[in-house]
């Protein structure tokens, strides 16, 4: 291919190469160059022009991209028109990826006008997705090197396999204290997780965490039909003599690998029986976060194989997150005195009461929000920190002689996460957690805030404290340190439900009979059932 500035006399039959935009011409890159593009050139006041010429030896853009493209689609792929030397291609049908990646890497050895692109190797999909692209970097390649590109390519480099198996069965093994709601929200979870596949739980069973109860469990759930059978146990796999790896090879069933080099995931089981695939699901399966099961997972529903080395190999870029539940440096187990700090939020217009700031008003003879901060004062948390905003003046004032450390929140119009990340903010570096309250829930007496801060475990499960009456969640909520960052990413009026919901395998409920934990005063007719039954008390 020739390349360079010529007259435009010489220009005829080449390529532009950039963009012209002058007195109102444009000709876009890559656009032919004919006798009225000259005309027009010369009109705009031009003498030359740098194009792309293509010689008998080349290959066009478009022309190698689209022969590349249908050369290394596989089954489930469509390929889309070539345009300006890229041609994109498409799955068909949700699966997951399958590429030759050995092959396209000599494939991208082979020249460097030719390139080509992939989704990550096994990536789950669904149809319609883009998942590769082949891009000729100029305007032409030499025929030698697309036949030689084409050469690698005589049998497919990426493929669909599609989504297979559908009826899967699903096994709990139980211990004291394993709670059946957490059994619920871990089916829950992988429903959705077999959802794309549109495969469903067509069995499930809960049996003790014991080898016998378990394989035949196991057998149990073959023998109904499912295709994949799932175990979640009560405790994680330790051995390849545990209880999960035992109960398989009671049934005789074969072992594949125990472990993985994926973070979260690491200790899952992949097994064998009577034919149909087994996982041992690590702990963090429970949860609806990525993590190494849904890897094997994909693979396992499209009916792929998952062997020992498939699974080893996944060490580089197995690292997925930092596990929220895992004891950090700053925390080790015995550490004596734990200091957990409040927030208290005082800052709300009160708006849904129609005009009156809710959070001075009087029951008892006390401002509202005093006796709020009088109980969270009564209680082990120190130091209190109380946000303030709307009224400031006002509050700060019924709040006069209180051991708190006032914080204004300047931009307290903009919802209750300002001065949620105001109060964050304030919280000393010494202190391992903080309480958040409302201020508007005086109903929450010093002795239900003690027992949230005792649930408090930076160990496990007890990074986030909620107390919950009947199953329904409350305030106020203890968070660990390890979620203020996250706390400043919040925005408007909203609080942190939502990072409840992301962190599942962090909390700790505290189960409460007294209903001030879920009555906060938002109106006028609120405000008098609290005042009554406060005040009749």
């Not at 290959?59 to 493209?69: P, Y």
């Not at 990536?123 to 692209?133: D, F, H, L, R």
């Not at 739980?201 to 080898?211: D, F, G, L, N, T």
């Not at 090879?249 to 097994?271: C, F, K, Q, S, W």
Request: proline share 6%.
């Amino acid at each position: 291919m020739k390349f360079g500035a010529v007259p435009l006399a010489e220009a005829a039959g080449g390529i532009v190469v950039h963009t012209i935009r002058k007195d109102g011409l444009v000709l876009k890159k890559g656009s032919l160059i004919g006798e009225a593009e000259i005309v027009a050139m010369r009109a705009a006041g031009l003498t030359e022009v740098t194009i792309a010429r293509l010689e008998s030896d080349d290959v066009s853009e478009d022309v190698a991209a689209a022969q590349l493209a249908a050369a290394a689609a596989g089954e489930g792929v469509h390929v889309d028109r070539a345009f300006t030397g890229r041609a994109n291609l498409f799955a068909e049908s949700a699966g997951v990826l399958v590429v030759d990646k050995a092959r396209i890497d000599r494939l991208n050895e082979v020249d460097p006008d030719i390139t080509l692109a992939t989704l990550a190797a096994f990536a789950p999909v669904v149809a319609g997705k883009m998942i590769a692209t082949v891009k000729i970097i100029s305007f032409a390649v030499s025929k030698a090197a697309c036949n030689q590109a084409l050469a690698i390519t005589r049998t497919p480099l990426v493929r669909i396999a599609p989504y297979r198996l559908r009826r899967i069965g699903v096994i709990s093994t139980v211990l004291p204290g394993l709670a059946d709601k957490v059994i619920d929200k871990t089916l829950k979870v992988t429903a959705a997780r077999l959802a794309p596949a549109d495969a469903v739980i067509a069995v499930e069973k809960r049996v003790p965490h014991e080898p016998a109860a378990l394989a035949q469990a196991l057998h149990e759930v073959i023998d109904a039909g499912a295709e994949l059978a799932i175990v979640f146990g009560a405790s994680a796999i330790a051995d390849r003599r545990d209880v999960i790896p035992s109960a398989v090879e009671a049934i005789g069933g074969r072992l594949e690998h125990l472990g993985m080099p994926v973070d979260p995931g690491n200790l899952m089981l992949v097994a064998e029986a009577a034919g149909r695939p087994v996982l041992g699901a690590p702990g963090c399966a429970r949860s609806p976060k990525e993590n190494g099961f849904d890897w094997i997972l994909a693979r396992l529903l499209c009916g792929l194989p998952v062997t020992r080395p498939d699974i080893t190999a996944m060490g580089v870029g197995g690292l997925l997150m930092e596990i929220v539940t895992r004891p950090q440096p700053r925390e080790e187990a015995g550490r004596p005195g734990r200091r957990i700090a409040a927030v208290v939020l005082a800052a709300g217009r009160s708006t849904r009461m129609g005009g009156p700031n809710k959070l001075l008003a009087e029951i008892g003879g006390r401002a509202l929000v005093r006796i709020a901060v009088e109980e969270v004062l009564a209680s082990r948390a120190r130091p209190v920190v109380v946000v303030t905003g709307h009224q400031h003046e006002r509050v700060e004032t019924a709040l006069a002689g209180l051991d708190v450390v006032f914080v204004r929140n300047p931009d307290y119009a903009e919802g209750l996460s300002s001065s949620l990340k105001a109060g964050i903010a304030a919280v000393p570096p010494a202190a391992d957690a903080t309480l958040v309250c409302l201020g508007d829930m005086p109903q929450v007496e010093a002795g239900v805030i003690d027992r949230l801060l005792a649930a408090y475990n930076p160990e496990g499960a007890g990074l986030i404290v909620v107390p919950t009456i009947a199953g329904k969640r409350g305030n106020p909520v203890v968070w660990s340190r390890r979620f203020f960052a996250d706390f400043a990413k919040l925005t408007g009026d909203v609080g942190a439900r939502a990072l409840i919901a992301a962190y599942p395998e962090a909390v700790a409920e505290v189960a409460l009979t007294d209903a001030g934990a879920l009555t906060d005063v938002d109106t006028l007719e609120a405000l008098e059932a609290v005042r009554a039954d406060m005040e009749g008390a």
